[in-house]
């Protein structure tokens, strides 16, 4: 069956490329981007951590190695992480639709409306190598840093969102809400496109969205992700040297991502007040 090749073997065929291409190219040292990343994981840093508890947490185990083990084991993690962003890639490209125009109605007639000609494969093929073999993509995926975690949970939000277009089961958006408010207590662009992400969800589903029971566990499932946000202010109050009670800490990070966000939003309007002069 060509369409179930393409939507379930090839993305996996794809991954392990990938891996295979990062671990081959893996980085042998700590690099000036992977410095942070590595003093925080081993303990280096004096400091504790209050920023990415995702990656926090599922690098925890990590702390258990030999130190001359760590780098090397950090960089596998970011491969791993980097196949996995390219076998969601290729699923959802996959499950794009090919019914939005009347030409495509009339050509594609399958029950998914998914892409059944002979040369299906070669979207697929080819967001990942133009994803996977961009130079900031590569760089990432063969360094140490929470940037590929970061980015993994985005797309497995965004795939969850195309596969609860295919099915219609609710279970997905589900994921989706859990998946998405878990990336945004690792990174500040989530928070940014959050307005966009709600949007998808009204467009998906449309006014079956405003059912109170749909919005009563999309809100706790969002809630428990942003839970998130507690673990670290937690693990700070118990540092060995240099502790910091609860609410500071929680007040440092929160105030942390929001001057990012800002810096960022303010640095786009001159940018875009340059590009006009």
């Known amino acids: 069956q060509p369409t179930r090749f393409v939507t379930v073997t090839l993305p996996w065929v794809a991954a392990a490329a ?5 671990l081959v190219t ?3 040292w700590i690099t000036a981007n992977s410095l942070p990343t590595f003093a925080q994981v081993s303990g280096f840093q ?8 995702v990656y926090f947490l599922l690098t925890l185990p990590l702390k258990l190695l030999p130190i001359a083990w760590l780098s090397a084991a ?9 196949s996995l962003v390219l076998a969601l890639l290729a699923r959802s490209v996959a499950l794009l639709p090919h019914n939005r125009t009347h030409p495509q109605r009339l050509a594609e007639r399958s029950e998914d409306s998914l892409l059944t000609i ?9 967001a990942t190598l133009v994803c996977g073999l961009q130079f900031a993509f590569w760089e990432r995926a063969t360094a140490s840093g929470p940037e590929m975690l970061d980015l993994l949970l985005l797309a497995y939000a965004v795939r969850c969102l195309l596969e609860y277009r295919r099915d219609g089961r609710e279970s997905w958006l589900f994921q989706a809400v859990f998946t998405y408010a878990l990336g945004m207590t690792d990174n500040w662009l989530m ?15 449309g006014f079956s969205f405003f059912n109170l029971r749909f919005l009563s566990r999309a809100w706790l499932l969002g809630l428990a992700g942003l839970g998130f946000y507690l ?16 609410w500071p800490a929680l007040k440092y990070l929160l105030a942390d991502q929001k001057n990012t966000i800002v810096g960022a939003w303010q640095a786009a309007k001159d940018r875009l007040v340059l590009s006009t002069l």
């Open 191 to 205: 928070v940014l496109l959050l307005p966009a992400f709600v949007v998808s969800l009204v467009w998906l589903m």
């Open 231 to 246: 673990l670290l202010p937690l693990v700070a109050v118990f540092h060995s040297e240099y502790p910091l009670g609860y």
């Open 26 to 28: 893996l980085g042998r």
């Open 118 to 126: 002979r040369a299906a494969w070669f979207p697929l093929v080819f």
């Open 46 to 53: 004096w400091q504790p951590v209050l920023s990415d508890p």
């Open 18 to 22: 990938g891996l295979i291409l990062y």
């Open 74 to 82: 950090l960089n596998v993690f970011s491969a791993v992480c980097a």
